[in-house]
């Protein structure tokens, strides 16, 4: 049973990694303006994710030490350094995304204004952070996000044309009034949320907050070969069922309350009650994951101590980190900028600096002083490989597609 509970870590990382409030809307577009036509970008991220993590978790658990930490010492302070900045840049932007995404779920709930919603929601975040329990956050909003799943059974309960899904899946071509610019752009946008940095700095430093040792391998791969591909479901109930409800119609979405009316269409209230449940949880789980992220990756490369488990008085430096990047979130928030635009935006600059925190993974996978035996094998390597070119690529078209296409519109 202590097995089986310790893979909500898996499910805790994949749920805040796919299916955050940025992820939702950007999938949700995606269906509503391409049809099912992006489904390929998903597989393709869910196998990409599934490469770095492993690795990343492998390198944890043979190590018995964080990413972050080896990072410095395997590449040396100044290129470990500008790996820090671009992916503490990139995870401030994503904790300011997620906590507006929470005030998002309350706003649908309550009708007040996000913004009245956003200090409780960073109140609430540094004192379930200080206050409970590791394990206790991860089974709480990682199995609540599970709630998703009810959009993916709203595909069928929908009763689409099935045909016309299957046509979409394998279409060469943008549907008309689309152009080939906008399409990229989204395929760059959702693969680069499947991969965002912050999804395995988290995931490898719960692990050895969970004190994992070699003997825990496999329960890191189940983490990572069950927990990501779930998140990966999950954001396609929100392609499909937004290509089923809004394309045809032609009608973009762009809110947070378009991208949740499916489910309310094929459940009615209980099934609107389910999702608003399931996108609080996962978007709380990746407010939790990015600010918790945050302090990992600082402390880790400056060698303070560091640990959720740890008090502030044991770990000051650490839980200053995560207190601070709250409060910058905040005042982002605060100056009225759109939480769902502030996320797209996350997402382009995420595929800028990809190559950045993704190569150093690669090459400490494969170094023989970190990992005896456990070094990638010719299989790893080639998907390691393959995965290095494709998260180059998309750093190259990111900013180009973002100027092409003013953000998609």
């Known amino acids: 049973m202590k097995k089986l509970l310790a893979i909500t870590l898996g499910i805790l990382t994949a749920i805040g990694g796919f299916v955050d409030i940025g992820d939702i809307v950007s999938t949700s577009e995606a269906g ?19 490469v770095y993590a492993e690795m990343a978790g492998r390198v944890t658990v043979v190590s018995t030490r964080p990413v972050f930490d080896l990072i410095r010492e395997r590449l040396g302070p100044r290129a470990a350094l500008v790996n820090l900045l671009g992916s ?27 913004l009245l919603w956003v200090p409780a929601v960073a109140l609430v975040l540094w004192l379930a952070l ?13 199995l609540g996000g599970l709630a998703l799943v009810i959009l993916v059974v709203g595909i069928f ?80 109930g929100f392609l499909a069922t937004s290509a089923i409800v809004f394309h045809p119609l032609q009608v973009s979405v762009d809110t947070l309350g378009q991208a949740v009316l499916p489910a309310g269409l ?21 407010a939790m994951e990015t600010s918790l992220s945050a302090g990992y990756a600082v402390a880790q490369y400056f060698g303070w101590s560091w640990g959720k488990a740890l008090r502030p008085r044991q770990a000051a430096r650490f839980h200053t ?23 797209e935006y996350m997402l382009i600059f995420s595929a800028v600096v990809l190559p950045l925190t ?7 996978a494969n170094d023989r002083g970190y990992l005896g035996d456990r070094v990638n094998g010719p299989f790893a390597n080639t998907l390691g490989v393959v995965y290095l070119v494709v998260v ?12 092409m296409t003013g953000m998609g519109g």
């Open 32 to 50: 509503s303006r391409f049809g099912l036509a992006h489904t390929w970008v998903l597989i393709v991220g869910v196998i990409g994710i599934c």
């Open 88 to 114: 503490y840049l990139i995870t401030l932007l994503t904790l300011a995304a997620e906590i507006g995404g929470v005030a998002l779920a309350l706003q649908l709930i309550s009708g007040a204004p996000y």
């Open 130 to 142: 200080w206050r409970v329990r590791f394990e206790t956050l991860e089974r709480i909003f990682g």
């Open 157 to 236: 309960w929908l009763h689409p044309p099935f045909d016309t899904l299957r046509a979409q899946t394998i279409s060469t071509s943008p549907p008309p009034g689309e152009n080939w610019p906008t399409y990229w752009f989204l395929a760059v946008a959702l693969f680069a949320s499947a991969m965002t940095p912050y999804e395995v700095f988290f995931f490898s430093s719960g692990g050895v907050e969970e004190r994992w040792t070699p003997r825990d391998l496999t329960l890191s791969r189940i983490n990572v070969f069950l927990g990501f591909p779930l998140g990966g479901l999950l954001a396609f």
């Open 266 to 286: 094929a459940f009615g209230q209980v099934g609107l009650g389910l999702i608003i449940l399931g996108v609080f949880a996962a978007t709380f789980g990746a």
């Open 321 to 343: 980190v995560v207190l601070i990047s709250i409060l910058l979130a905040v005042a982002a928030l605060l100056s009225t900028i759109d939480p769902i635009q502030l996320t």
């Open 358 to 364: 993704y190569l150093p993974i690669l090459i400490i």
């Open 392 to 403: 180059a690529a998309a750093a190259v078209a990111a900013i180009p597609l973002m100027v």
